[in-house]
Every structure is written in structure tokens, then in C-alpha cells.
């Protein structure tokens, strides 16, 4: 049964250009890749799971070997560290890094809207808004985690500093829901299902949600860029080829994605991603969909944003002179584009 599900999603996709994918994986400089990711069942991640899924990799002549990490800082670590050839990561960490005079370059965008959500626990009962943190145990996936960068900017949008609250890493899954159910926690910054769940089992109250474009704007006053596909200078000049077809297998997902239905995301799943309930499951992913990018573009408008909002946090980001056209380019999605979309 599985397999036909399987079956009938690809089919679906079979139709997005893949003559024109052929005709680019010719001669690849690295067929082996290694691609580090930190949460990777959290929704923030879906296309890294339905690239892999639907076959994507393998039809563009790569053999990937994708490595889940407790967040999106120690997925970074393994970049920088060697262990890694490329991430699905924040979008912040290309600025971040830049700063550190170690830098790192998106390809594709995957997300353009953070998908976070900040929520206070109920069972701890000591945060009726965000005005309460100050002094509080707020869990996030992982320290320096995109989910850190956001508790740190509303902090300090409200005139604190981010050591003014305990940042505790509870991970995005499992490990999340029971901090929450435990009360080891004040409040809780994370994505979905596991806000999903732990608003439907009613032990959290959302204070700020980016899953939808209103409340992006809200919380960072325009749009802000989530999930990318990144990578040092130094792989893209020595594997533009490779770059090329990764970068592909991401835009022909996000193309899926778009004109995919609910049932067809689902289909394509593996049953422990659903937490036990496949209906939440869904409830949450259509909650999220609106985060995903359609094309895989990224816009100066949310580097803009992003980098204010580091500003505001980093003093290694203030401090330096960040040339944002160094954090990304558009480059290998347009190629894609022009191809998928013949």
C-alpha cells in the first residue's frame, strides 16, 4: 500500500521538467553527499524529507546521505567542521557566519516565512504574554537555533537582552512535547507538529505564530527568510556542477509542493513523522504550507530584514560591514527554473 502511495505522488511529479534535469546532471564533479540537517521531521524541513522521498536525488545522479541533528546550530557545526558538504538550515546563519569571516552561501530558498511559533506553557502558568519572559525557562530546539534567534529578537524588540530569559534545547519532536507535558518549561519556541500537538492536547497558548505571512510582518515587520539550502564558497566553485543539480532537486520539490495536495504530502510521509495522529499531522502541515516558498527565489527585502534583525542581537553582526549579495544567490534557481519549467 505504501509503495503504490508512493507510486502515485511521484507520478504527480514526474511531470515538472524532468527531460530538463537529465540534460543538467551530466559530468557531476560529486555524486556523494553528505547533507546535515537539525530537526528534520519538523516541517521547516518538509522539502529536505519529500526531495528524498520522491526520488528527487537519485534522479539527479547524487547519492545522498541526509544527517538529522538537534538543531539547526549543530547542523552548522558539521559544515564547518568538514563532516558536512551542505545544510538545510536558517537563512540567519549565511549572515551569522559572514560576520565570523567563515562564509557560507544559499542556493535555494525553501522557506520564506519562519514557520515559528513563540507559546507559553500551561502547566508552569507564569507567562500571560511576552512581557513575562524576563527571568523565565524558554525552551527552543537547539542553542543558536533559528527558533533562539527569534525568542532573542523579541526580547530585544521589547528592550531585554537575550540572556535575560534560560534558553533550555527541548529538540522539535518528541523530546519537545514532553519538557511541555513535564512543565521543565516556561515557554516553549518551535514549529510544527509540535505546536500543532501541543496546542491540541491544550498545553500551550500561542503568543506569536510566523506561520502565516500577517504574522511574520507582525513579529519581524516585513518578510523574513526561514529554511535555505546552504554551503560553503569554496564547494560551490569546485562542484558547480553538483551545486547545480542539488539546487535543482530543491526547485523541482518546491514546484511539487506548490501544486500539491494535502493527501499528496501525506502519501508521502513516513508513518513516525504523523506523532501518532496522521489528522493533526495534516491539520498542521496545511497550517504551514503558506511558510513554503513557491520557487525556490530568495528577495532582497528578507535578506534586509534578516539582517536588521540580527543586528539588533549579534554584536559579531553589528559590528561588521555584511555584504548581503555574499549570503546568497539566485543564480542556480533561475537555471533551474528555465529548465523545469520548459
Known amino acids: 500500500m505504501m509503495l503504490k502511495s508512493l507510486m502515485a ?8 521538467g524532468t527531460a530538463g534535469l537529465a540534460a543538467a546532471q551530466q559530468n557531476l564533479e560529486k555524486t556523494d553527499i553528505k547533507i546535515a540537517v537539525g530537526g528534520k521531521p519538523l516541517l521547516y524541513y518538509l522539502p529536505l524529507t519529500l526531495a528524498e522521498r520522491l526520488g ?10 541526509i544527517n538529522d541533528f538537534g538543531g539547526g546550530a549543530k547542523s552548522l557545526q558539521a559544515l564547518i567542521g568538514g563532516s558536512a558538504d551542505v545544510v538545510t538550515g536558517a537563512y540567519d546563519h549565511t549572515i551569522q557566519m559572514q560576520a565570523k569571516s567563515q562564509p557560507i552561501v544559499a542556493v535555494a530558498q525553501l522557506g520564506r516565512y519562519p514557520g515559528i511559533v513563540l507559546a507559553s506553557v500551561n502547566k508552569a502558568g507564569t ?6 519572559l524576563k527571568g523565565k525557562k524558554v525552551g527552543v530546539t537547539a542553542p543558536g537555533s533559528s527558533t533562539n534567534f527569534m525568542l532573542n529578537h523579541v526580547l ?3 528592550g531585554l537582552k537575550p540572556e535575560d530569559a534560560s534558553v533550555i534545547g527541548v529538540g522539535g519532536g518528541p523530546s519537545a512535547i514532553a519538557a511541555i507535558k513535564r512543565g521543565e518549561i516556561d515557554a516553549i519556541v518551535n514549529l ?4 500543532s500537538q501541543a496546542q491540541a492536547d491544550g498545553d500551550i497558548t500561542v503568543l506569536l505564530d510566523t506561520r502565516t505571512e500577517k504574522g511574520t510582518m507582525d513579529v519581524y515587520g516585513g518578510p523574513y527568510p526561514a529554511a535555505v539550502l546552504y554551503m560553503k564558497p ?9 551545486t547545480q543539480a542539488l539546487t535543482d532537486v530543491f526547485v523541482r520539490t518546491m514546484l511539487w509542493l506548490n501544486k500539491a495536495s494535502t493527501d499528496d504530502v501525506l502519501k508521502v510521509l513516513p508513518e513516525e513523522y504523523f506523532l501518532g495522529n496522521k489528522s493533526l499531522y495534516a491539520q498542521a502541515f496545511e497550517h504551514s504550507k503558506p511558510t513554503y516558498s513557491p520557487d525556490g527565489r530568495f528577495t532582497q527585502a528578507g535578506a534586509d530584514a534578516a ?8 554584536p559579531a553582526v553589528a559590528s561588521t560591514n555584511i555584504d548581503l549579495s555574499k549570503t546568497y544567490t539566485n543564480q542556480y534557481v533561475e537555471d533551474s527554473l528555465k529548465r523545469l519549467q520548459q
Not at 528527487?56 to 546521505?65: E, M, S, T
Not at 510544527?192 to 505546536?195: G, N, R, T, Y
Request: net charge neutral; proline share 4%; no cysteine.
Open 9 to 16: 505522488a511521484a507520478a504527480v511529479a514526474l511531470t515538472l
Open 56 to 65: 528527487y536525488f537519485k534522479d539527479a545522479g547524487l547519492n545522498v546521505q
Open 127 to 132: 507567562i500571560k504574554s511576552v512581557n513575562d
Open 156 to 158: 530585544t524588540s521589547m
Open 192 to 195: 510544527d507538529p509540535v505546536i
Open 234 to 242: 569554496d564547494f560551490i566553485k569546485e562542484n558547480p556542477k553538483t
Open 307 to 314: 539582517l536588521k534583525v540580527l543586528k539588533a542581537f549579534d
